[in-house]
């Protein structure tokens, strides 16, 4: 194997440090915006559960009379927008004080950045093998998706977890693999479009083991909170989000296909034909290739098209980017390599610009191109051994 260039393991060292070292001055302001944070609707879902206001969790008024009572009053309400599943892992977060509780989740989420980082190093072993062992974890917290759901309270590491854990076990059981990915009903904007994409590829046991997985957690849903609760009031309460959404200060916020054709002023037409495009594109380049292969696919294509996408969600990209960036360093591509880093570290821009963040589905796109690419040249390259192969 071909040794590695000095000024190739110089930027690998450089570019995770340069990550951290730009994310620094959010990191060092993270309790003076904790009244700010997202987390104010998970603290306040849960604290509701436990204080027997289950049936309102969904409820506009009853969720801003919470949050003043218990977190502080202002202008702002944070509604909870997830299957009431979800609520009741909060509900231990309740106990606390909220600035305590507040600290405790960014400490598990830095447990959980860990425990992402262990189940991921096998999969990336040529990455890891190039330089000291800090890079891969520093790259992880150097991306400024995983690093914002830390500031902003999220839960977006959750379903990073879950999809590695996907990921590792889509080969061998893909029934299971379909019943892990269903824990992740929490965003089910985000497994929608890889759940589409599985079901184009004829991934039926996949498919099965998620509709089963998912009719549990939302079963579990019913029974905590009620089904009217849980169908009608989550339902308006998504209406209401939907409207909100479409208005631009939130808009521009969203790293999505949607965003992106609201600044060029774009119709709903261009939109649904813009999305489809990379649906088909995706399930051609997906095709004749590994479950894995697949998947790594299927979430770039998810931080693309949902309508409602939040910047804390690219954190899934992680996945893909590392294991693209392992890949390109087995084979010693270290063109491929620089363009996969340049893709990554690209978000860390829109810590100086945060009223752009809509920009960084071209980062996502780019990416998805090069994945394209990659699997379609792999496709070419693999015909004439199958034509033999068949005489």
Not at 91 to 115: D, E, K, Q, T
Not at 125 to 140: E, F, T, V
Request: proline share 5%; aromatic share 12%.
């Amino acid at each position: 194997m071909k040794p590695v260039p000095y000024y190739v393991l110089a930027l690998a060292m450089a570019v995770p440090a340069v990550l951290v070292g730009v994310e620094l001055p959010s990191l060092f302001r993270f309790q003076s915006l904790a009244l700010q944070s997202d987390l104010r609707g998970f603290y306040s879902a849960g604290y509701m559960l436990r204080a027997g206001q289950r049936r309102d969790i969904y409820d506009f008024p009853s969720i801003r009379r919470n949050q003043d009572e218990k977190i502080t009053a202002d202008d702002g309400v944070f509604p909870f927008v997830h299957p009431a599943y979800e609520a009741v892992f909060f509900i231990p977060l309740s106990l606390l004080p909220y600035l305590a509780a507040r600290v405790v989740w960014a400490g598990f989420n830095l447990v959980l950045l860990g425990l992402i980082y262990r189940l991921l190093r096998p999969c990336i072993a040529d990455l890891s093998a190039i330089g000291p062992k800090w890079m891969p974890p520093a790259l992880l917290l150097g991306f400024m998706p995983i690093a914002f759901t830390i500031i902003e309270g999220q839960d977006s590491l959750v379903l990073l977890l879950i999809l590695i854990l996907v990921y590792r076990r889509i080969e061998s059981n893909e029934l299971q693999a379909g019943l892990l990915l269903s824990l992740g009903m929490f965003r089910f904007q985000v497994l929608l479009p890889i759940v589409a994409l599985f079901l184009l590829w004829r991934s039926f046991r996949l498919v099965a083991g998620w509709i089963a997985g998912s009719a549990a957690v939302l079963s579990v849903s019913a029974l905590v909170v009620g089904i009217s609760a849980q169908v009608q009031g989550y339902a308006r309460l998504l209406r209401e989000l939907a409207r909100i959404s479409s208005l631009w200060p939130l808009l521009r916020r969203m790293p999505n296909l949607r965003a992106l054709a609201a600044v060029c002023k774009l119709g709903m037409a261009p939109l649904v034909l813009a999305s489809l495009s990379i649906f088909i594109l995706a399930a051609v380049a997906g095709s004749r290739k590994n479950a894995q292969q697949r998947l790594l696919l299927a979430i770039t294509v998810s931080a693309v098209v949902p309508y409602y996408l939040c910047f804390h969600d690219l954190s899934v990209l992680a996945l893909p980017l590392l294991v693209a960036t392992d890949g390109a360093v087995a084979r010693r591509d270290w063109l491929r390599a620089a363009l996969v880093s340049a893709a990554l570290s690209g978000f860390s821009v829109f810590w100086f610009t945060r009223g752009k963040l809509y920009l960084g589905v071209l980062f996502t796109l780019f990416f998805l191109a090069m994945q394209a690419t990659s699997l379609w040249k792999q496709r070419k390259n693999a015909q004439p051994v199958e034509v033999l192969g068949s005489f």
